[in-house]
């Protein structure tokens, strides 16, 4: 058996099974490894050559930006280790690949401490000034979500994701299920933060308790990652912010924020939830204003009388 739709399904069934990989990991291979399928010549896994491979990678190259090929080329590799390691074929093609490409280093996009205290105020007075029950229902909610993503640094598909009981508000503790279901606890410092996820857990007691997801809509379903999107551009058109802001920026605002207050990178690894110091590093490029204080105020330059 070489056909090459049969392995990739079996492949994608033990990635959920044996290796329990999340929803949108099994997404993304699906897509790459159907993408792949599509464009070969042959269905037949044993006339794969590395020539067929590296052909195929360099009309990657043509379509889509680094950080994207790079992650099919895994998604691929990953494919091919498996069919080697169950000895359905003899010899990986990728052994004789060589792929070095230079990945551009893109830095993440934070938010001016400034426009996220002015995107906060905003949704503060929506609640305040709401008209009707619902829309105060709706804006004490996602002064809810927008304080604990900027508390937390969270991911927005960890918000969405938290249970009634992960989050803990007597010890004021978040358990949060991360990438490959790795779990990680993370406090809440901030009393206003506390006060205002107390507040709504009050007001939305029945939602939650039908719904068994801490953030539900008023219908009792979980909040969607794509609802959270939209509620953001509500209240960035609201507060006149120019700045196009996503749940992600929330996060990396965090942990510029904390880099630059001089917080230990491990520390904020652990906070983050990231499984590498290196991904946590990307976040060194971006707190200049620190180093531009630093350079000023600490290099022995300044003391120089000429």
């Known amino acids: 058996m070489s056909n090459l739709q049969t392995h990739i399904n079996n492949y994608l069934e033990y990635c959920q099974l044996q290796k329990r990989l999340d929803a949108k990991t099994l997404k993304a291979y699906r897509i790459d490894l159907a993408q792949f399928q599509n464009q070969l010549p042959t269905s037949d ?5 590395p020539e067929t491979l590296e052909s195929y990678i360099a009309t990657l190259h043509q379509k889509y930006k680094p950080k994207t090929v790079k992650r099919k080329i895994a998604s691929l590799k990953a494919l091919f280790h498996y069919l080697e390691y169950k000895e359905l074929i003899d010899k990986n093609p990728f052994n004789k690949v060589q792929i070095k490409f230079r990945e551009p280093v893109i830095l993440p996009k934070t938010i ?19 008209k009707t029950i619902y829309q105060r229902r709706n804006a004490l909610r996602d002064a809810a979500v927008i304080e604990l993503l900027f508390a937390t640094g969270m991911r927005i598909s960890e918000l969405c994701s938290l249970k009634t009981n992960d989050v803990n508000l007597w010890d004021r503790t978040i358990l949060i299920y991360g990438k490959g279901s790795k779990e990680r606890k993370i406090q809440i410092g901030n009393d206003d933060v506390v006060k205002i ?3 709504y857990k009050k007001e939305f007691q029945n939602e939650i ?21 939209r509620m953001i551009n509500k209240y960035t058109k609201l507060a006149a912010i120019e700045l196009h802001i996503t749940p992600h920026m929330f996060r990396h605002t965090f942990a510029t924020s904390l880099l630059e207050a001089d917080v230990d990178i491990r520390y904020i690894q652990e906070m983050l939830g990231h499984s590498s110091i290196n991904i946590t590093e990307i976040y060194t490029h971006v707190a200049m204003s620190k180093q531009r204080d630093i350079l000023r105020t600490k290099h022995p330059r300044k003391n120089f009388s000429i």
């Open 197 to 199: 996820l107390k507040k």
């Open 112 to 130: 001016p401490l400034h426009t996220v205290e002015t995107f906060l105020s905003t949704i503060y007075k929506q609640c305040s000034c709401a």
């Open 45 to 49: 896994i044993l006339e794969i050559t």
């Open 209 to 229: 308790q039908n719904g068994h997801h801490f953030f539900t809509n008023q219908s009792s379903r979980k909040l969607s990652e794509q609802s959270v999107r």
